[in-house]
């Protein structure tokens, strides 16, 4: 409960596309009361499933289930989830996974920090080293795209792919995603644009149930994954992106045109060295187009952020409003129509 007395509710997501066979061993695991929390719900986020997902779901006794008519994408379901969370009125968002990657005991863990104030999002990691499933090709990838993830967000976090985590209301109202791949790296890209205070907790890890569907190939990580952090960063800083860009050619040009002019003012022997003035003088114009385009995008990036800003103080008026009382725990069934 909190210091004013009201009810704190838990909900935890599980995102899902055809997961009938390892549902039952996630719901089991999870959960019925929390530390701090006085409400737990769970809630399966149905992508589409062309199994007996939804069906199973309501067998296990899972308190809300939403179904997306056809299969639109893992960051998808988990907009879907929290969207549905807040409207359920959940203060803390737990989001893991339905193939049971994740060790529920740790939910607690990870919620502690929220409840108590010290981050907005908590990011459960976990012991890569000693996962025997991971190799070492992909124990040293996932070392390489946390440190990537860390500088271009500006957290901490080393296990930007875990989706095992806790947000707080507010939080999960602010995050968007615009790729379709997956939500971890971009949220994390987006949390640290937005001056969210993101934390990391140790977690353990369950056996594997089956292979990754989210990862073909080392190959098909690294490609989407390197995307997805270029995509980002342009989104949530693009003057620092475009600027960044612009430099290279800036640099280059600055190089050429000052060596062309030490040439003509103290040169013996004078050539014209046309074809290098002619160089720096088309990488400054790139570079002068390229910090233009910078600026562009910042005041674009501005405009955007008031917009979300607007949006976001009209989506907490109207969830608090909507909010359902504490004692109302009626199970939800919904077919969620795709966009």
Not at 302 to 324: I, K
Request: aromatic share 8%.
């Amino acid at each position: 409960m909190t210091p004013d007395g009201r009810v704190t509710k838990l909900i935890i997501q599980i995102p899902c596309f055809n997961e009938e066979a390892t549902l039952p061993a996630t719901v089991a695991d999870l959960p019925r009361e929390v530390p701090g929390v006085d409400i737990v719900e769970w809630l399966v986020i149905d992508d589409g499933s062309s199994d007996r997902t939804t069906e199973v779901a309501h067998e296990l006794g899972v308190h809300h289930v939403v179904r997306h008519r056809r299969n639109r994408g893992l960051a998808a379901a988990f907009l879907t989830g929290l969207d549905t969370a807040l409207k359920l009125g959940a203060d803390i968002i737990v989001n893991t996974d339905a193939d049971n990657q994740y060790d529920a005991s740790f939910i607690p863990d990870i919620v502690t920090p929220v409840l108590l104030g010290q981050a907005d999002i908590v990011v459960g990691e976990r012991p890569i080293e000693s996962v025997p499933e991971f190799s070492g090709v992909k124990k040293r990838l996932q070392r390489l795209g946390s440190w990537v993830v860390r500088k271009f967000s500006g957290t901490t976090i080393a296990d930007a792919a875990s989706g095992f985590r806790a947000f707080d209301r507010e939080a999960a109202m602010r995050l968007h995603v615009f790729g379709r791949y997956t939500y971890t790296l971009e949220t994390l890209i987006q949390a640290g644009a937005e001056g969210l205070a993101v934390a990391s907790v140790p977690i353990g890890v369950n056996p594997q149930t089956r292979p990754s569907r989210l990862v073909k190939s080392s190959g098909q990580y690294v490609r989407r994954s390197a995307a997805t952090i270029v995509r980002s960063y342009a989104i949530y800083r693009p003057f620092r992106f475009f600027a960044g860009i612009g430099a290279i050619p800036l640099v280059l040009g600055v190089a050429l045109a000052v060596r062309w002019l030490a040439y003509f003012l103290f040169a013996d022997d004078y050539t014209s060295r046309l074809p290098s003035l002619i160089a720096a003088i088309t990488l400054l114009l790139i570079a002068g187009q390229l910090l233009m385009v910078a600026f562009l995008a910042d005041l674009t990036a501005t405009s955007r952020r008031l917009l979300e800003d607007s949006r976001l103080l009209a989506r907490r008026a109207q969830l608090d409003r909507d909010r359902p009382l504490a004692s109302d725990h009626t199970p939800i069934h919904l077919p969620l129509l795709d966009e």
